[in-house]
Structures are given as C-alpha cells and as structure tokens.
C-alpha cells in the first residue's frame, strides 16, 4: 500500500513570496490533517479535513494560509505571504476514519523563509 | 537501567537497558492515545496506541500505560537498541469543535548508545 506523499520536499523562499504544498493521502482515507512542526517541538496542527469539507481550522493563521481539498482526496496548503516563522516542515497525514485508528504522515516539506 | 518519572525532554540510555518515556496529557475526555516514533528527516512512525477503556497494551518490545486519574501515558520499550534512537510523541484524540483531532504533546528524544 503506497504511504502518504508529499511534495516538494524541501523549499527555500524569500519573506513575502508564496509557497504552495501538495499531499495525496493514502487512497480512501477519508481524513486528512496538516501540520506545521517548527525545529525542536511537536506537531502542532493547523487543519483537518474530513473528505472534502473542513473540520477544524482553529489553528490555521488564515490571514496567510488557506489549504483546500477539492475532490476529498488531494490537498494542498498555501503560505500568501511567507514569513521568517513560517520555517518549519509542513507535515500531512491520513487516517480512514476520523479518531479510531491512527493518522499515517508523509515524510513532510521543509520549508525556510530567508 | 529504567528511567521514571515526569517528562523529560532528552533521555540516555545504553543499548539492552529499558526505557521509560512519559507523556502528560490535558483533556480527561480524550479517548484514544497514540505513541509516534520520529527518525530525524522523516514524518512520525505509528508505534503502538491504547483507548481510554485499557490500562495497559503491549506490542513486540512496547507497552503503553495509561493511567487516566492523572492523565499520564507512558511508553516502555524493552531491551532498547541503537535503531530506537529517536524523537518520541504522544498523542491524544481530542474532541473539537466538529469530532475529534490528534494533537501531540512534547517530545522526548532517546538516544541510545552501544
């Protein structure tokens, strides 16, 4: 079974440009999750969705981000403008269902704002 | 030797010695924990994971305690090696506002040494 893909892998962007990130889930995984994880903490998670609708997005600075998923199955997030903080590796997951069994995570995009 | 007690962020232990790596969580309503294993360069590995209806679960090498009168979650791994060396996470399903989420708790990095 093919794992969670990710990419790019890594990006170096200057502040204030955009970035975007892509994540195809594993196929049928009706949740979907993105993380930002900064050097040296945990996942800290900025939204989730479940197929094609957003669950939580509490966390989500959405004066700059904004994540969509069209078709319930890929994902993308985008930074509109980036900032020095935003350097973290951007991580996404997929679970089958919401909350019964674990979420499997890509191997993430790392991302430096200079 | 084991190493017990509150959560440290760092933990050294020599190859063959068990570990004891802790986890506090905050919300008594959460139902379903998981432990995740992080190699540096990579997204977090599933480990093992318990429901708040058991107390003890045990996998090939790991056991997960539970111990919801004071929200503590504990990881045991047996005979610890040199490929254990990693960052370790718990996470909890946390009710919000529209289900539940998998929110991680600090990290502890292992480092095993021959």
């Known amino acids: 079974e093919a794992g969670v893909a990710q990419s790019p892998r890594y990006k170096i962007i200057e502040k204030r440009q955009s970035v975007a990130f892509w994540c195809n889930p594993i196929s049928g995984h009706a949740t979907l999750y993105w993380y930002q994880q900064i050097l040296g903490q945990g996942p800290k998670l900025l939204i989730q969705?479940?197929?094609?609708?957003?669950?939580?997005d509490s966390q989500l600075p959405k004066d700059r981000f904004s994540a969509e998923r069209l078709k319930g199955v890929d994902s993308t997030l985008k930074i509109q403008p980036a900032k020095l903080e935003d350097s973290a590796v951007y991580l996404c997951?997929?679970?089958?269902?919401?909350?019964?069994?674990?979420?499997?995570f890509g191997q993430g995009t790392r991302l430096t704002v200079v | 030797g084991e190493n017990v007690g509150l959560h440290l962020p760092t933990l050294s232990v020599q190859e063959g010695d068990n570990s004891i790596i802790n986890c506090a969580y905050s919300n008594s309503a959460s139902d379903y924990f998981i432990w995740y294993k992080q190699e540096s360069g990579k997204g977090p590995q599933f480990i093992i994971d318990?429901?708040?209806?058991?107390d003890k679960r045990q996998g090939q090498r790991v056991t997960v305690l539970l111990n919801k009168t004071v929200k503590h979650l504990s990881l045991q791994i047996a005979a610890t090696q040199p490929g254990d060396s990693a960052v370790y996470f718990c996470?909890?399903?946390?009710?919000?506002?529209?289900?539940?989420?998998?929110?991680f708790g600090k990290g502890t990095t292992l480092s095993v040494s021959s």
């Open positions: 318990i429901r708040s209806n058991m």
């Open positions: 996470a909890e399903n946390r009710a919000n506002q529209a289900g539940t989420a998998l929110i």
């Open positions: 969705f479940q197929n094609n609708g957003v669950v939580d």
């Open positions: 997951a997929s679970s089958p269902i919401m909350g019964i069994t674990e979420a499997f």
